[in-house]
């Protein structure tokens, strides 16, 4: 019996440069609002935020990671049951039993702020403003996204209005199935180091599928349960046991020292 569908990442964090393109990227075809002064972090909103991390190791054995961090689309440890979800009260995010991702329902949200607290990964992020675009930046704003109210919380949604936009275009060609290339995320596309991988992790054709099962994937804070959609891969086991990783009878892991960028 085929699997259902699930999409998900695979991020390669030895070639991650921290460049922040996915940043960029993912602001610019979201419509995710900005601010005039952007130090409060606060206050800001990134759907995809890089962290940088090091070994906490003077010179010369300090080594750096940057990890980007979208929304891990927890399946929970019932598949469906994320964290965000089951907190609620409006049904304002929703999982997908078909393509496994966690949705966010803007027009249900009454800003009662449960799922960011329920997440574990502070991916989620509350609209306090209005969104005000300077003077001509309207148009570049993406038409195929609704830019938020305040009053609300936001995340990222893997792109669904490409999925959308893909599924329309098979059904027109009498097809059910998608294609890896047909769908993927505007982070997958801009990552100029092509360390983001992104397809159905359920579907041996796709190279996401084949990219979970190394040896040196892991999942952050895989023992909550939480099942995220989202693995990373690394050569270096400081960064793996960073992401709450290794075993019960390994040593204590090398404090890592997290820096948002």
Not at 16 to 33: H, I, L, Q, R, W
Not at 81 to 100: E, F, L, N, Q, R
Not at 152 to 180: I, N, P, T, W
């Amino acid at each position: 019996m085929k699997k259902p569908t699930r999409y998900g990442m695979v991020i390669d964090l030895d070639k991650c440069t921290g460049c922040a393109s996915c940043m960029v990227a993912c602001m610019a075809e979201n419509n995710v609002p900005f601010r005039e002064d952007e130090s409060d972090k606060l206050l800001s909103l990134t759907w995809m935020r890089v962290y940088k991390l090091t070994n906490g190791k003077p010179f010369p054995e300090t080594d750096v990671c940057y990890l980007p961090r979208p929304c891990m689309h927890c399946g929970g440890q019932v598949e469906g049951y994320s964290p965000c979800v089951v907190v609620c009260p409006t049904i304002a995010t929703d999982y997908s039993m078909k393509t496994g991702i966690v949705s966010q329902i803007y027009n249900r949200c009454i800003g009662c702020r449960y799922c960011m607290a329920a997440c574990p990964y502070h991916a989620r992020y509350f609209n306090w403003w209005d969104p005000v675009w300077p003077d001509g930046m309207e148009k570049y704003l993406n038409p195929k996204v609704s830019p938020r109210m305040r009053g609300v919380v936001e995340k990222c949604s893997f792109c669904f209005h490409r999925y959308q936009l893909a599924k329309e275009k098979a059904y027109m060609e009498g097809r059910r199935e998608l294609k890896e290339d047909e769908y993927q995320t505007s982070c997958t596309q801009a990552c100029p180091a092509g360390a983001i991988t992104f397809g159905d992790l359920n579907n041996p054709k796709h190279a996401v599928y084949k990219y979970k099962k190394s040896p040196n994937a892991f999942r952050l804070l895989e023992r909550l349960g939480t099942n995220p959609k989202i693995y990373y891969i690394s050569s270096r086991a400081w960064v793996r046991r960073s992401g709450d990783n290794y075993l019960k009878n390994e040593s204590k892991p090398e404090k890592a020292v997290l820096r948002a960028t």
